[in-house]
């Protein structure tokens, strides 16, 4: 993976924090503190929208979705 350098702000206190976790050999360095910090917030929002994005989903659509050809699947399947 190929990395760029980026200049932030942040709070003293929240770096001072990063640093203790850095001092406590929690991460390697500051920046993959903040790459991990950044990689899981990331994934975390993308896993919000998903699960806001289902909930408008009708339940009864949903169903329609899941059942939608298994009519015709059930008569080609395989006899065991």
Same mark, same amino acid.
């Given at each position: ?16 924090q ?5 001092? &406590? ?8 503190a ?5 990689? @899981?917030?990331? @994934? &975390?929002?993308?896993?919000? &929208?998903?699960? &806001? !994005? ?7 659509? !949903? ?7 298994? @009519?015709? !699947? ?7």
């Amino acid at each position: 993976m190929t990395t760029t350098k980026v200049a932030v702000t942040i709070d003293s206190a929240l770096l001072a924090q990063i640093d203790q976790l850095v001092a &406590r050999q929690i991460f390697p360095n500051r920046s993959k503190a903040v790459q991990i910090a950044l990689q @899981a917030t990331i @994934a &975390r929002v993308q896993r919000t &929208r998903l699960a &806001r !994005e289902s909930a408008k989903l009708l339940p009864a659509d !949903e169903q329609a979705l899941a059942d939608e050809g298994l @009519a015709e !699947e059930l008569t080609t399947w395989p006899a065991y």
